[in-house]
């Protein structure tokens, strides 16, 4: 067998095999136009909310919404933290999406969820599982980061040795802590976005800013929705502001 029909037959056994949550069927019961996206939706609260990024009061209040849209189903499975409905997930893309899309769905992770140049160490290990598990060989998950952030992907994390946290950069942990960030400052929150030093210069700024825009060019996501187009809209405007207030507060 060739390597691609091998790993579609891979694919197609794994899928036949995992246990399944019921989220593979409510996702099939979505309308065509609406199956991707809520797809992809579910990899990035997954990636978001792994890392802690919500008040815990949003929790209760999409337990509680009477009439929840899709987008607050997807988001109920991802915060019961279903293990199995994110196994459908990723068996569906597998199966459903070209090589091209599972590329662009990777780079949209990483445009939409890392801050500066590091990713958390959650964000490091789902990017390369995906990696995997889309089989993206050319380019690579780490060619793909490589390319995106100009700097390496950082080795596999081993966040339960001492060890690993010792030779992690000073400061570098407050990117990762998204619930923190949000109650610091102005200027410490928009440093963050763009992975710059709050008190960097006028160069660096604009520099780490049209990497960042680099990422978030629609152009990239063709492949993809409506829905990530507009996701990387705002992602855009979030990070212009941060770049615009950091250099108000330089002059």
Known sequence: QSQPAKRSVAAASASATRPSSGFAGWLDSQPDALRLTLAIEFLLYWMAYGDDRYEPALKQKIFQTPDPSSHDIVKRWVLKQD????????????????????????????????????????????LRFLGDVFFLDAPSVEEMFLHEFATELPPVPRVDRVAWWDRQPSGVATLWDARALKD?????QHAAQLGVDGRAGVEHIQAAYRQAMQRCEASRYDQLGEREHRLISSRHARLTQAKDELLEALA
Do not use: Y
């Open 83 to 126: 293990v199995h409905a994110f196994a459908d997930t990723v068996g569906w893309l597998q199966t459903h999406t070209t090589a091209v899309q599972k590329e662009q769905i990777v780079r949209f992770l990483m445009a939409m969820l890392v801050n500066g140049t590091t990713p958390s160490p959650l964000q490091n290990t789902l």
């Open 184 to 188: 610091s400052d102005p200027i410490s």
